[in-house]
């Protein structure tokens, strides 16, 4: 192991790791050795999760908590703190989405949407930042999205959401640097997962991803490991404040339909 991405022996919390993004995630912290923790919403999905992440580590642990309530998340660090010790790295995974016209949502769906996607990440990478800033170390990583480079038709509430995490990620890197804290956020592009999996299906959305992706296919959770495990190690300690897009190109360039 290169001492420049060495994970071992870190305690990682990892929110919305209980599917999907989240899921491939804490698997990759745990193969380098890391002590995981994540968190979701439902109870099925984190024991199912548990346990097929059983076979790759013994120090993967699962917290059930809505980040969108508030008290739940206080209740989830200081479990963490007390069961596990401090934590070296937080990673802000847990988000949803709701697929509609602007002029339809009601309080209601833009309330689920940001709650969990903004103020709950907000609130926990603050609930975990009070003990890294008395500590003078830690690291924290958010899980942008595609959305804050160019928002994706008929998800308004989830591309404010994911502006404003860009927001969160630059403000405590700002006022945390100075303490020994750093904080970026990685952005992906489309990724294939079980949630996603029924919209690609359809072939001219597909044909159009891949049309307009560099590197001609979609990306698979498993694609912002590496990302994460920089982000997350010595390998990136002059970094702060930053985007990582991890999109197989998607933002790179408009891909005009011009032969040449």
């Not at 990759?28 to 984190?46: H, P, W």
Request: aromatic share 8%.
């Amino acid at each position: 192991m290169d001492p420049l991405f060495e994970l071992k022996d870190k305690l990682i919390l990892v929110s919305g790791g209980s599917r999907g993004i989240g899921k491939a995630l804490v698997r990759g912290f745990a193969e380098r050795g890391a002590k995981v923790v994540f968190s979701g919403r439902d109870e099925t999905s984190l024991e199912s999760a548990r346990k097929d992440l059983e076979e790759v580590s013994s120090e993967v642990f699962s917290e059930r908590c809505d980040v969108s309530q508030f008290q739940e998340i206080e209740e989830l660090v200081n479990r963490v703190h007390q069961r596990h010790g401090s934590i070296d790295v937080l990673v802000n995974v847990a988000g949803v989405n709701r697929r509609q016209r602007a002029e339809t949502y009601v309080p209601e769906d833009y309330d689920f949407v940001m709650d969990i996607n903004l103020k709950g990440a907000f609130f926990l990478s603050t609930e975990v930042g009070r003990a890294m800033l008395q500590r003078g170390d830690g690291i924290q990583i958010n899980i942008d999205s595609l959305n804050s480079y160019a928002p994706v038709k008929g998800m308004a509430p989830y591309a404010m959401s994911k502006f404003g995490m860009v927001g969160m990620t630059r403000s405590l890197a700002a006022e945390w640097g100075p303490k020994g804290i750093r904080v970026n956020s990685i952005a992906p592009g489309f990724i294939l997962t079980d949630l996603t999996r029924q919209v690609w299906s359809d072939p001219k959305l597909q044909q159009w991803g891949l049309e307009n992706t560099p590197l001609r296919r979609l990306g698979d959770p498993k694609d912002l490991v590496g990302a994460a495990i920089f982000l997350a190690s010595e390998a990136s300690s002059f970094m702060t404040g930053q985007v990582v897009r991890v999109d197989g190109g998607f933002s790179s360039a408009i891909l005009w339909p011009v032969e040449f």
